[in-house]
């Protein structure tokens, strides 16, 4: 039975790392076959395993409505090879399906019967509806409070929906494939293409926010931060405004393959593609009204394992999630995390907000990163530390909160100002939120340390503010704690990082 779209639930639910599994999707679409395998740890997604294998099926459906004899060919030697890899995973849903090319061909019925004969995998084929469905709850599993519609290029087609009603997407036959490719682009054809089959659906999707999806607008991003000199190479979550946008898709659909060949960063599998979805994407900017661009790594693969997840652990918030699993794969102090957060959230929730709405799940995220350096050498903890926080493929935050986390975790161990690329924190963050991670680092370092990482003695200590000072108290009979230079040390950094004065006691 399929599960409805995943409820958005309070942001800091706490996660459930027992909740593991692996799961396994086959995805054959237009243009190549891909097996990922996953580990599912609670609502966090962790990739294990990825392959892909260029088919391009779907290569020939504009000429002669059947799927590419060599990519038939192709599919099956990757199918056959996928279904070896499978079988020594244990504990594993496997899911099985086939987009635009074969959903579209003529011959696609005798493919899938010579798949189900050769490697006794059994294909779903999904509708367009189906394919656009997933893909909006792909991107909210990457991002749980994401807004507005997202659009998902596969090789032969283009799947638009609106994240607010997911079920009621529109597939459009605007991939490169079916617009020409790999011939060289005629943009005036494209886009005229492109206009008219968005006119009808404009109206009903325009929005200010586009959530892109596929592999050739990822390029087209990461093209963008060759070109702008971005510092923070992380496709996802990255964020191009209107402007840029266009101006980037115009440049890339005015240059040959030769010219794509000579820039650094585009995949070489992309050069005949990607004029083609520069322009789509041009496009569909334009006639949705789109002010901001926000590429997602995740997709209609992870929309199958979000659907695929108990209820009550698709309510929880991926970031908050993912940072419990990060440090729990470690097997270290259970239950640290919370504990901390319990400790320190009187003082945080009273400070002017630097994330707005996000500031508790910054917070939650934060602390369950406490032990993310414990078993890391102490004379360069602070610094590999920051370095995981920054770049760990964790899903549910935009790219100033990774500085923003990176920093946290540096002050947790480090109450130096400076921080490890500074360059990367200064674009992404302000003076004040810089100010904040420190203050928040010295939080969390205060909460460990004073009682020697330790659940059950943390909880009877108390931190709060009083007018103008920080106030750190212990309940009667456990007032032995607060003792030590180091305590004091601890809660001074802390104080000084605030600007208030400390009293204890």
């Known amino acids: 039975m399929w599960r409805l779209a995943p409820s958005r639930a309070s942001p800091v639910a706490e996660p459930d790392v027992a909740e593991t599994r692996h799961a396994a999707v086959i995805d054959i679409g237009s243009n190549s076959i891909r097996l990922v395998v996953y580990r599912l740890e609670g609502r966090a997604i962790w990739t294990v395993y990825n392959e892909k ?61 010579a798949v189900e004969e050769e490697t006794g995998i059994s294909v779903r084929v999904l509708s367009g509806e189906e394919e656009a469905r997933y893909g909006a709850l792909g991107v909210l599993a990457g991002q749980a409070d994401a807004a507005g519609v997202t659009g998902d290029l596969g090789g032969s087609s283009l799947e638009l929906v609106r994240l607010d009603d997911p079920g009621q997407g529109v597939s459009l036959p605007l991939g490169p494939l079916s617009l020409g490719a790999p011939r060289p682009l005629d943009a005036d054809r494209v886009r005229r293409s492109v206009m008219r089959a968005i006119r009808p659906h404009a109206a009903r999707l325009s929005t200010r926010e586009f959530h892109a999806v596929g592999g050739a607008w990822r390029n087209l991003a990461l093209l963008h931060m060759e070109l702008d000199g971005y510092p923070l190479h992380i496709a996802h979550q990255y ?63 992870e929309g199958l394992l979000l659907e695929s997840m108990r209820e009550d652990i698709r309510a929880q918030d991926p970031l908050v999630s993912g940072c419990e699993a990060l440090v729990a794969q470690r097997g270290l102090t259970s239950g640290l995390g919370p504990a901390v957060e319990a400790f320190i959230e009187p003082v945080f929730s009273q400070l002017p907000p630097c994330f707005g709405p996000r500031e508790p799940t910054l917070l939650a995220a934060a602390c369950r990163l406490a032990d993310l350096g414990a078993r890391l050498h102490p004379d360069h903890r602070a610094d590999l530390a920051f370095e995981k926080a920054l770049r760990a493929p964790i899903a549910g935050m935009n790219h100033a909160e990774r500085a923003f986390l990176a920093c946290v975790v540096y002050s947790r161990h480090d109450s130096g100002v400076a921080t490890p690329e500074p360059e990367v924190i200064a674009r992404l963050l302000t003076t004040e939120r810089r100010a904040r991670a420190r203050a928040l680092g010295a939080a969390i370092r205060l909460g460990c340390d004073l009682a020697g990482r330790n659940v059950e003695v943390l909880r009877h200590a108390s931190l709060s503010l009083d007018n103008d000072r920080l106030r750190l108290a212990a309940e009667p009979g456990w007032e032995d704690m607060l003792l030590g230079e180091q305590t004091a040390k601890r809660a001074l950094t802390l104080a000084q990082a605030l600007k208030i004065r400390l009293q204890m006691g």
């Open 53 to 113: 294998a260029l088919a391009g099926l779907g290569r020939d459906l504009q000429t002669t409505g059947r799927l590419s004899p060599e990519g038939v060919e192709i599919a099956m030697d990757a199918l056959r090879r996928f279904r070896v890899l499978l079988q020594g995973w244990t504990s594993r849903e496997t899911f099985v399906v086939a987009t635009a090319a074969v959903r579209q061909a003529r011959d696609s019925r005798n493919f899938l019967r």
């Open 239 to 301: 964020e191009i405004r209107r402007t840029d946008l266009l101006d980037l898709c115009r440049f890339v659909a005015r240059q040959s393959r030769t010219s794509l060949e000579g820039i650094q960063g585009l995949s070489r599998k992309r050069f005949d593609t990607l004029p083609y979805a520069a322009v789509v994407l041009s496009e569909v900017v334009q006639a949705l009204e789109v002010q901001r661009v926000i590429i997602s790594a995740f997709g209609l693969r």
